[in-house]
C-alpha cells in the first residue's frame, strides 16, 4: 500500500514537474519494487519462476533503476550499465540453480543480498564523488541513506549465514521477518531523499535561470542588485570596494553591419574575458546589453585602474568570429570608488558618469570618477 501511495505521489509531481530530472527512473523504482512485492508475496500460488526468480530480480532491479535516477540527477556519465548487469545475470545463475537444481532458501537468500549490496554501493560511490556544494545536503541525506540500507544487507549477510532461515516463506523467523520488515521502510526512506535530491537540483537550476545571464553566463542584473546591496551593508569600513562599468564600444554598428549572431559573439567573448580576470570575491555581471559590471574588493583605486587597464587591453586582442581582422573590439570603462556615503545607486551614478566621459573623449579608454 505504501508503495502505491509513493508512486501515485510521484506521478502527480511529475504532472506538476515535467522537468525533474530523474523522476521518471525514480518511478519506474517504485513499480518495479511494487511488482517485485506482489510476487514474493504469490509463493505457493503460482509459480516459483515467477514468484522466485523474476521476483528477486525485481529487487535488483529497483536498486539499478535507482541508481539511473541518481546519476540522471546529478548529470553523472557514471551509470554503470555493464557492472549491474553483470550482478543481474550471476543472480539470475544463481537463482535458476538454488531453485531448480539444488532447492535452497539459504543460498538465494545470500545470493540476493550480495548482490543488492555491491549494487548500493555502487550508488553510494557516485554520490560521493559528485562535489557540487549547492547539492551537498541531500547528497549527504541520501549517502547516509544508502549507507545505512548497505549496512543492513551486510548484517541479514551474516545472520543469514550463521542463522539459516525457515524453509516456509509464508511464515519467516523472526530474524527474517524483522529484515524484511526494516528492508521496506528504509526503501521508501532512500526513495524520498532521492525525491528530495531531484527536487533540490531542480530548485537549483531554477534559481540558476532566474539570476544568470542566458549568453554570458554570468550573473544577470537582477542577482546583481541584489548581491551587492547585502555586500555594501555588510561592506567593512576602511576596505576599498570599486565598482566598473564596462560598456562595448560601437556596439550597434557590429550588430548592424554583421548581424545579431556575431553581436552575439562579441557579447560572449566580453564576458569569457572578464570571468577569466575575476578574482574568487570579486563579481562581474552582464548588466544589460552590451554594458557589464564588475565589483572589485580590497584594491586601491591606482591598482583597480591598473585591472582596468588590463582588461580594456584584453578586448583588443580578443579575436572575434564573424568579423573582419581589421575591425577590433574595444570597450570602454568608468570606475567608481566606494565612498562611506555612497548608495549603490550613488556609486552606479558616479560609474556611469566616468563611462561617460570616455566614450566622449574617444572610446577605447579607463576613466575614474572623483570623490
Known sequence: MSLMVAILGCLVISRGRREVRGLNWLIGT??????GAVLLSGRSRIPDFFSIVVANELMLAT??????AIATI??????????????AGALLIALLHYTYVSNDLRARLLARTAAVTVQILISIVVLIRHKDPVLRSPIRVASSALAAYCTMQITRFVF?????????LLHPDAVQAFFSFVNCIMGLS?????????????RHELQTLAFSDALTGLMNRRAFDETIECEMRSHRRGEPLVLLLIDIDSFKAINDEYGHPVGDEVIRQVGRVLQANVRADDM???????????????????RAEAIAERLRMQMQIAGIAGLPEAIGVTVSIGLAVYDPGDTFASLLKR????????KRSGRNRVSMALV
Do not use: K, N
Open 160 to 168: 543469514t549465514l550463521i542463522w539459516p532461515p525457515s524453509p516456509d
Open 74 to 87: 546529478l548529470g553523472s556519465s557514471r551509470r554503470c550499465l555493464s557492472l549491474s548487469m553483470g550482478l
Open 30 to 35: 517504485l513499480c518495479a519494487a511494487l511488482v
Open 351 to 358: 560609474s556611469d558618469d566616468a563611462l561617460y566621459c570616455a
Open 284 to 302: 562581474v555581471s552582464r548588466y544589460g546589453g552590451e554594458e557589464f559590471v564588475m565589483l572589485l574588493h580590497g584594491l586601491r583605486p591606482d
Open 63 to 68: 536498486l539499478v533503476l535507482l541508481h539511473q
Open 190 to 202: 532512500i526513495c524520498s531523499a532521492v525525491l528530495w535530491l531531484a527536487l533540490w537540483s531542480q
